[in-house]
């Protein structure tokens, strides 16, 4: 979506909000670019027809028997005919579109940490270094037993509630009665809340000498800058190759996406190109002066890169700048753009195509009545990676004389096979099941390690007896595993632990330090950076 883009379409009557589709209701809207200050008012057209649905609700509003939720009625309707176009098209009510703005802004209003509830208690996991609950003395490892008035130790409390409790208005205070230590009193702490800033990169970090590791989350608002940071402080501990994980990136902001490609750009060349039925070509390029604009580059992607992810990845390998390694990309190639009412709901609309510099089409094949669930379900369980059909037969060819394909998202010039293990219904069980994290805050939670995270890393592997202990914990859960299975599922589940571990102590970086030692597509990603061994003569 084009957040600098976007427009505020002011609702000239109660039921207006269905006229976007040009099917009902001809009325006004005030429209308004987010990057231009100047309000134009953009006619809809009118039909015989077109009030077929005002005059329906008003009816129900004045002679229905029963009294009625008419904004229930309205949500349902746009969300009935916003179902009935693409797969990527959307309705949000306020709350949603409050959501969906802090994600993709990473800012909210709150205290800043991370929980878990282990046994019906809130464990605290995590912590945004600095925020408002680190400076109040909030400590990992602490349980939480009372927020203000509400008890939420022995319940079986949900994540919204304990957001609702945390989260309020920047300077006000929250009361956190914690346990710490085991301790038979629970201690006080006052937490002034304060907005807090969540990072959209994961982790950034030398994998190994010169080689640079990066991976975004999603291309949020303060994305680009991020990223712009973080190669300047990797270049600065030597790194001169990068590895650029967009793995399980859904998207976000298409004009983030442009900034960051630019990066790997000494030119100005040609990005990507969008273009729709009420939309003219437009062009996107590089700004030509690209902080990472050499040295070699590899970028991993899956079944779950999709829109801004398959723009950077698409970019870069038009232009034979990177290697891309991995899965099949998603295969989202249209572009949303926010269209956002007077009470706080907003319209994500899909308004364009997307074109990759050669003119490649990423987007797949999808059909009218689409079911975003089962679509999400089917990419989830790797059924999508298994289709190896295009949309196109065309073929594309770089200055380099790669071949590539049209639509059906971005194929890699590396293919990584399927995990079996990975996507089998009993892992993906344990997964969903968080035993995983439940058995090591059980076990692996009671004091601090006396080692560096340095340390951790080069030295800590989980001992034999620990996972077979986990098999034992399972067993007791329900879960039945083999021993077939048992050793299967080893390899996995060790660097889940382990990672899952290293997070508690050392922060969410760890997670993703660890994960990587086990990585095949890293492992693969690495092979084509690293300097390649000089012959001699014989």
């Known amino acids: 979506m084009q957040k600098g883009t976007g427009r505020n379409l002011f609702v000239a009557a109660t039921y207006a909000a269905t006229l976007i589709l040009g099917l009902i209701l001809g009325q006004n809207y005030v429209a308004q670019q987010n990057n231009n200050p100047g309000v134009s008012l953009v006619p809809i057209g009118f039909s015989d027809n077109s009030y077929k649905i005002q005059q329906v609700l008003d009816l ?54 991370d929980f878990f509830n282990l046994n019906d208690t809130l464990l605290v996991v995590g912590l945004v270094s600095n925020g408002p609950a680190e400076k109040s003395g909030v400590k990992v490892g602490d349980r939480i037993i009372r927020i203000d008035t509400t008890y939420v130790s022995g319940r079986n409390i949900g994540q919204k509630v304990v957001d609702r409790l945390m989260r309020g208005k920047k300077g006000s205070i929250v009361n956190l009665y914690v346990n710490r230590n085991n301790s038979s009193m629970n201690q006080l702490i006052k937490v002034k809340r304060d907005q807090i800033n969540v990072s959209s990169i ?17 291309f949020g608002l303060k994305t ?33 996406a442009i900034k960051v490609a630019s990066e790997f750009f000494a030119n100005k060349n040609l990005l990507v190109y969008t273009q ?66 007077l009470d706080g709901s907003r319209i994500n609309l899909s308004i364009s195509r997307y074109y990759t510099p050669l003119g490649r089409s990423i987007q797949r094949k999808y059909t009218a009545n689409w079911s975003n669930m089962v679509d999400y379900v089917s ?73 560096s995270i340095e340390n951790f890393l080069q030295g800590y592997r989980l001992p034999s007896e620990e996972y077979n202990t986990f098999i034992q914990y399972l067993k007791q859960r329900g879960v039945a595993i083999s021993d077939r299975k048992k050793q299967d599922l080893l390899k996995l589940i060790q660097s889940d632990i382990e990672a899952i571990v290293g997070r508690y102590y050392f922060g969410r970086e760890a997670y993703f330090k660890v994960k990587n030692r086990y990585d095949n597509y890293v492992d693969i990603g690495l092979q084509f950076l690293r300097p390649i061994p000089a012959r001699t003569a014989s």
């Not at 190669?231 to 859904?250: F, M």
């Not at 009420?278 to 050499?294: C, D, I, V």
């Not at 969903?432 to 004091?447: A, D, N």
């Open 60 to 113: 129900l509003a004045n002679s229905y028997v029963d009294s009625i939720n008419l904004d229930s009625l309205q949500n349902g309707a746009i969300n009935h005919i916003i179902s009935h176009l693409d797969p990527y098209s959307s309705y949000l009510v306020p709350n949603e579109t409050k959501n969906q703005n802090e994600v993709l802004e990473g800012t909210f209003e709150g205290i800043g940490l």
């Open 224 to 256: 680009a800058d991020e990223f712009k940071t973080a190669i300047t402080e990797l270049k600065k501990q030597g790194a001169t190759n990068l590895i650029l994980d967009l793995r399980d990136n859904g998207g976000g902001y298409f004009h983030i």
């Open 379 to 451: 990419m989830y369980r790797g059924l999508w990676a298994l289709d190896t059909t295009y949309n196109s037969n065309e073929i594309f060819k770089t200055l380099a004389g790669r071949e590539l394909f049209s639509g059906g998202g971005i194929k890699p010039d590396v293919t990584i096979n399927i995990d079996s293990n990975a996507t089998s219904l009993l892992y993906q069980e344990i997964i969903k099941s968080s035993y995983i994290e439940q058995f090591v805050y059980e076990r692996f939670t009671k004091k601090l390690p006396a080692y």
């Open 276 to 341: 729709g039925a009420h939309e003219t070509k437009r062009e996107y390029f590089s700004e030509g002066n690209g902080s990472f604009a050499n040295g070699k580059l590899v970028v991993l992607i899956n079944e779950s890169s999709a829109s801004a992810s398959e723009i950077v990845a698409g970019a870069l390998q038009d232009w034979d700048r990177a290697t891309i390694v991995g899965r099949r990309s998603y295969g989202k190639g249209i572009v949303q753009e926010q269209f956002d009412f």
């Open 202 to 218: 994961d982790a950034s970090y030398i994998l190994e000498p010169q080689v640079g590791y990066i991976k975004i989350r999603r």
